[in-house]
């Protein structure tokens, strides 16, 4: 073996000269680069820009047959599509969409709604009452899964008096009325039935349901015979559904995306200071800790207060959360009319007098299993909880489920011994909650059923403004003694967009209305 | 070759039914009610009856199964229960997707495997010998997602010169599409490629001791040459079949890469199908995958032969 | 991940090999060399370390504190994690995590896997058949396979270790039926069937000591496998379970927090990396790979 070997070398010849070429070939064709330009913020211009794509990042996939819900897949596209009757601005007061008049007879069992007459829907037939008597029909099947579908039920008859009338009757009064109609889309009782398979979306909306791949991708183009004057603006609206945390926060970063829906807390709040950033208020989630009263040795009230004071609120709201969940014990929207404030602070972090509960209650060293969903910040407040409760000596376990089978263990009525859920709800009334709750409402998880709790619910349904704040105490004190699900945190949500796109509004628990948005670079 | 093909038939064959009892049961054993997820967690008793019979749920096992085979004979991939579109529709939309990145992922395993395995077994300078075996061994030592990672913070965050997310498809611009596969089909590829490289490696520094090699350098022949024609040509029997076996490891790697780089290839549509319980589209997804390995191992069995006459086809059936 | 050839390479006619003390002799050798002794160190700091970890880190892994997400310190040389808990410890009892699974299903995947590779000496029918149900398997997606048999038995240890078990079994089955047909024609084996040794004898005394080198390098490559098995399925999240931690959980979680505190994912990827090095190492030592540089 003699001379020095020139096969390394041209090995590396080869690389270098491909590496160069590449180079080459790259700058002579003058090609784009893909990397978007996430340099500073544009100046935003105050004037509406015409045209452009919105491209949207959206976690949770389009679930068109539930668009009578608000489940956090149909945020990016269920207010660009349909228009509901009115829409609840930020002081929760209802303002016009396709209603632009109503007005409740004296004792609030009756309300009047006068409608549009120039709203017609995409596939070009005019909407009228009729189509408003048939959504708010469709709210009440359960195959809808509306989470409002309790305070549809109140509602006796829905009549069209014309093309532009409708009138609302109630069983009784209801403070959720509004909740009601802010909520619901109205759809096109033509294509309604056949809209599982996404090829037909008919809504009256700004936007057009134009091509869906399922888990994929979301094609929506502009209503150009859409009924409002200013809007919309955008030619097409682009939804990338990215499921996972990381990916989907690389892609707003990267400038792929210039809303991203459905990003965990901590990585939204890093975006806060950035002036290239907005982050836009999207309602908020409950996440209660609910425990099986059925199930010894937590049968008892005191065994299942032991666990409220066991854990640290604060610590998840910092390390969860980035510090940004409200803390408190409270089922209820905060801020929201008859709040009792003097009872947030119901349960504070006290390790010591946890024991001591847990061992009057006989529930020392109990072993305890925790259900939760296999979602990230799920696992999160898990690792925490269980933390927590094991240094007040219990035995705990956890047990993570996919969504189908979770599904499955909900409508058998059993999820297991204890739960961490999620409920997407903050914004809803009182009155509302209490029968849209899962964890709360009747047939809830923790099988707590007593005539005393129906008692104070039926106060809250019918309360007014005068009776609400007394009503709500009484139903809290009642539901912080029993202790059968813990609200460990309440988590604002955030949507977060470039701050280059302008007119966006975040509305309804999470969905985006995109009317008068453009991108204003 | 023909006859290798004809008696290859009966296993390939016994294989795929294998197969397709294993994907129709496998999913089914997993708890949880496909029903369940199209009718809402509110739904009533009856509802949900009526649900689980138009899904053909309840028809006992054996009848669903063979409707299914039979649905797959004749064309019929069946129906998604969670999306109500054809399964053949839902794999359609992904394939070119994950097809892009296994070729590109694929065409770097084997240019880079290859250049590192040659550099490695020629190289007469022990620094550069040890500098590429280190590079090797982090390589093989790095997992795709982990090189994925770190490529997304540097080349995308921290340089930023290539996109991180998304995709477009080659087939809509080349030049874009290029750019959002580089990463990805990088990160998939390097490991691949450095089990590749060792193999070469040591491939050649075992044929460089065959006597011939001795023979030809005794005739003067240069050195370039002889591992280019000779070296080179007899280590490529098992470095072909290694990337016969890479590539599928490559495939199986891409589920993961196509979550972190979001890109929504067949991996994903596997993931998310699994954990929705969309049977119809995970039965096909599994079949279609073990039909896709044993076509691989019968070009590689093939694609070995013709490069050594010594090894006849069949030997090791 | 193996640098294993499928087929026995052309032109290379080994001897039969002798058992007993030449076995142990080569390998005593491999230790020698200077990677199977980087190799050996190596793997010898990591077992220690986790067989250890109960000891020098009597907390546990889960101790939380309100300290998240801090960059290293001395006593945290890998700094907190987003729980405040200390990530070097969580490394190591990681690394006790994987090894521990890995040291269950491997072994259990060799033995069983060589079998299955070698029932074509008891009978041909019966090799075919298991030969094709390891083709079966080893076409079927990884990370399937893996989601529906944790599935199945719900996530945790059994079903990882079952899940790594399946999907490490083709290989050994196929080396060790390569090994069978490149000996069974051998003069050596013809002449001991004349003789009227039994087939079990032939398979036990004749054709498995050379199943055994390239077994032991395959098991190296079914642990690192293995091990990239489980962080995958950490990232559909049903790898081992909150709070318990493992090196592939350690590094979907940390990665989130990349750039904010880097040395969560940096910290557990240079001790995995180091795992399958010093494993990568000892496994060409001993198939003497090393030893033709």
Redesign the interface.
């Known amino acids: 073996m003699t001379r020095p070997t020139s096969g390394a070398r041209r090995a590396m010849r080869w690389a270098r000269g491909a590496a160069a070429a590449t180079a080459v070939a790259v700058a002579l064709t003058g090609c784009a680069v893909a990397q978007a330009d996430a340099g500073g913020p544009a100046a935003p211009s105050a004037d509406p820009v015409e045209g452009g794509t919105l491209q949207v990042a959206a976690a949770a996939d389009a679930q068109p047959q539930f668009a009578m819900a608000n489940r956090a897949g149909n945020w990016s596209w269920r207010r660009l599509v349909f228009d509901s009757l009115i829409q609840l601005d930020s002081d929760s007061q209802p303002q016009a969409v396709l209603a632009t008049e109503w007005s409740y007879n004296d004792d609030r069992t009756e309300l009047t709604l006068t409608l549009r007459d120039d709203v017609n829907y995409h596939s070009g037939r005019p909407f009228t009452a009729d189509d408003v008597v048939y959504s708010l029909e469709q709210v009440k099947l359960p195959a809808n899964a509306s989470q409002l579908a309790g305070v549809a039920k109140n509602i006796e008859t829905v009549t069209a008096t014309s093309d532009t009338e409708v009138v609302i009757d109630l069983a009784a009064p209801s403070d959720s009325l509004f909740d009601l109609l802010d909520l619901t889309p109205i759809v096109d009782s033509e294509t309604w039935a056949s809209i599982a398979d996404g090829k037909e979306v008919i809504g009256t909306g700004p936007f057009t349901w134009d091509e869906w791949v399922p888990g994929a991708s979301l094609v929506l183009q502009k209503n150009d015979a859409y009924w409002a004057e200013d809007g919309p603006y955008l030619d097409e609206v682009d939804i990338s559904i990215i499921s996972d945390p990381t990916a989907l926060q690389s892609a707003i970063k990267g400038g792929a995306a210039d809303v991203a829906i459905g990003m965990a807390q901590s990585d939204v709040l890093r975006l806060a200071d950035d002036p290239a950033y907005v982050l836009e208020n999207a309602g908020g989630v409950f996440y209660p800790f609910g425990i099986d009263v059925e199930q010894a040795p937590f049968n008892t009230p005191e065994a299942r207060q032991a666990l409220g004071y066991a854990i640290d609120r604060e610590r998840i709201s910092d390390q969860v959360f980035g510090g940004d969940a409200i803390l408190t014990d409270l089922w209820w929207t905060p801020g929201s009319p008859g709040y009792p404030t003097e009872l947030e602070q119901h349960f504070s972090y006290d390790p010591a007098k946890a024991q001591k509960l847990l061992e009057s209650s006989g529930a020392a060293g109990a072993q305890l299993t925790i259900t939760y969903a296999n979602l990230p910040v799920m696992k999160s407040l898990f690792e925490i909880v269980q933390n927590n409760l094991a240094e007040v000596g219990l035995n705990v376990t956890g047990e993570a489920l996919d969504l189908p089978d979770y599904d499955k263990r909900q409508v058998d009525g059993k999820i297991g011994q204890s739960f961490l859920l999620l409920h997407g709800m903050v914004g809803f009334s009182s009155a509302t909650l209490i029968d849209a709750m899962p964890s709360i409402r009747a047939g809830n998880p923790s099988h707590f059923d007593t005539p005393e709790y129906s008692g104070l619910k039926d106060a809250v349904r019918a309360a007014d403004d005068s009776t609400r704040e007394e009503a709500l105490t009484e139903l809290s004190e009642y539901m912080l003694d029993q202790s059968f699900s813990h609200i460990i945190a309440v988590a604002p949500q955030y949507h977060v967009h470039t701050a280059a796109l302008q007119g966006l509004q975040v509305v309804s628990l999470g969905s985006l209305v995109a009317t008068g948005a453009y991108l204003s670079e | 070759m023909l006859t290798y093909l004809v008696r290859r038939l009966p ?1 390939v064959a ?2 795929l039914v ?2 397709s009892i ?1 994907a129709f049961a ?2 089914r ?6 029903a ?2 199209v ?6 008793p009856e ?2 009856e009526l649900i689980r019979h138009e899904m053909g749920l309840d028809r006992p096992p054996i009848a669903q199964y063979f409707a299914w085979v039979g649905g797959i004979l004749t064309g019929n991939l069946g129906m ?1 229960f ?4 054809p399964v053949a529709e ?1 794999i359609g ?2 394939l070119a997707s994950t097809l892009e990145l296994a070729i590109v992922a694929g065409v770097l395993m084997v240019v880079i495997g290859i ?1 590192l395995g ?2 490695t ?5 022990p620094l ?2 040890a500098v590429l075996d280190a590079a090797n ?2 390589l ?4 795709p ?2 090189t994925g ?1 770190f490529l ?2 540097l080349l ?2 921290f340089v ?7 995709e ?1 498809s080659l087939f809509e611009d080349p ?2 599409g290029i ?2 596969l580089i990463l990805p089909a990088l990160a998939l590829a390097l ?2 490629a450095a ?1 590749i490289g ?2 070469v490696a ?2 050649m ?2 044929t460089a001791e ?1 006597d011939f090699v001795d023979l030809a ?1 005794a005739k003067g022949v240069s ?2 040459r002889i ?1 280019r024609r000779h070296i080179l040509r007899n280590s490529m ?2 470095a072909l ?2 990337i016969g ?1 890479r590539f ?2 490559l ?2 790697g891409a ?2 890469i196509e ?4 890109r ?1 290839g067949l ?6 199908s ?4 969309d049977y119809l589209v ?1 039965q096909v ?2 079949l279609g ?6 076509l691989m ?1 019968v070009l590689t069995d093939i694609g ?1 032969a013709a490069l ?1 006459p ?2 006849r086809l069949g ?2 059936a | 991940m193996t640098a294993i050839d499928e087929k026995p390479a052309p032109g290379r006619m080994s001897p039969p090999l002798r058992g007993g003390r030449a076995g142990l002799a080569r390998y005593s050798r491999a230790l020698r060399t200077p990677r199977g002794a980087a190799g050996a160190i190596l793997l010898l700091v990591l077992v220690t370390l986790a067989v250890a970890a109960p000891l020098l880190f009597p907390g546990g892994y889960d101790v939380q504190s309100r300290d998240a997400l801090a960059l290293p310190t001395w006593s945290a040389p890998f700094g907190t994690d987003e729980v405040g808990r200390n990530v070097f410890v969580r490394a190591v009892y990681g690394t006790r995590t994987d090894l521990s699974l890995v040291a269950i299903a491997v072994p259990i995947a060799a033995v069983v896997g060589t079998l299955l590779g070698l029932l074509g000496i008891v009978n041909r029918t019966a090799g075919n058949l298991a030969q094709r149900f390891l083709d079966l398997i080893m076409g079927f997606p990884s990370l399937v396979l893996g989601i529906c048999v944790t599935l199945v038995l719900g996530p945790g240890w059994p079903a990882l270790v079952l899940a790594m078990t399946i999907y490490a079994l083709p290989a050994f089955g196929r080396l060790a039926r390569a090994t069978l047909l490149s000996q069974e024609n051998r003069d050596y084996v013809s002449a001991a069937r004349m003789l009227g040794v039994s087939r079990s004898r032939i398979m036990g005394r004749h054709i498995l000591p050379h199943t055994l080198d390239t077994m032991v390098a395959q098991m190296v490559v079914a642990a690192v496998a293995s091990i990239y098995l489980e962080s995958s399925l950490s990232i559909v999240g049903l790898g081992v379970q909150p709070p318990e931690p493992s090196l592939g959980v350690l590094l979907n979680n940390g990665a989130r927090y990349m750039e904010d505190q880097p040395f969560y994912v940096l910290g557990p990827a240079l001790v995995l990396f180091l795992l399958v090095l010093g494993f990568s190492l000892l496994a060409d030592a001993v198939t003497d790979k090393g030893n033709k540089a």
């Open positions: 296993s016994f294989l294998a197969t294993v496998l999913p054993l997993t708890p949880g009610d496909p369940i997820a009718a809402g967690p509110d739904a009533s509802t949900l998604s969670t999306t109500s579109r839902l939309s992904r250049a040659v550099a077994a020629t190289t007469r300078r550069v010998r061994s982090a093989l030592a790095a997992p997602f982990l990672l997304i913070l995308g965050i930023p010169i290539l996109p991180i997310s998304g477009v030049i874009i750019q959002y490991p691949q089990s060792r193999l040591t491939s520094r075992t065959e350098t050195r370039s591992v029997g098992p079949v290694t076996l599928g490891e495939l199986a589920i993961v979550a972190i780089f979001a929504h991996g994903s549509l596997a993931v998310t699994v954990q929705t319980r995970i997804l599994i995958a073990v039909a896709i390995a044993v191992q070995v050594d010594r090894i030997a090791s």
